[in-house]
Nanobody, 121 residues
Framework: VQLVESGGGLVQAGGSLRLSCAVS????????MGWYRQAPGKQRELVAI????????NYADSVKGRFTFFRDNAKNTLYLQMNSLKSEDTAVYYC???????????????WGQGTQVTVSS
């Protein structure tokens, strides 16, 4: 399984960006799909996550109402639409999949390479 993010960049506060995560490779099942971020000097934190076969989408309190996590199954791509960006959203953003490759194997976690988002105030 490979994940490749794109769409990061420099944007002014109040602006918008859409991150993409192209997924390739085969899986037996997907436990969860998520977007995480890591700011300089801070731990990686969860931004948004889809679980329960897509039935549940949860967001960090800091991004609720501003970010939207959605997917295009036909394109095997995950998206994070980020609106009303703030300087505190500046970070490297990573997409993540927790999957089973086969029914007999345990859950494995895959990460993209990350994409930098910088919000200027």
């Amino acid at each position: 399984v490979q994940l490749v993010e794109s769409g990061g960049g420099l944007v002014q506060a109040g602006g918008s960006l859409r991150l993409s995560c192209a997924v390739s490779g085969s899986t037996f099942s997907i436990n969860s799909m998520g977007w995480y971020r890591q700011a300089p000097g801070k731990q990686r934190e969860l931004v948004a996550i889809i679980t329960n076969g897509g039935a549940s989408t949860n967001y960090a309190d800091s991004v609720k109402g501003r970010f939207t996590f959605f997917r295009d199954n036909a394109k095997n791509t995950l998206y994070l639409q980020m609106n009303s960006l703030k300087s505190e959203d500046t970070a490297v953003y990573y997409c993540n999949l927790d999957v089973r490759i086969t029914p007999m194997r345990g859950v494995m976690s895959y990460w993209g390479q990350g994409t930098q988002v910088t919000v200027s105030s």
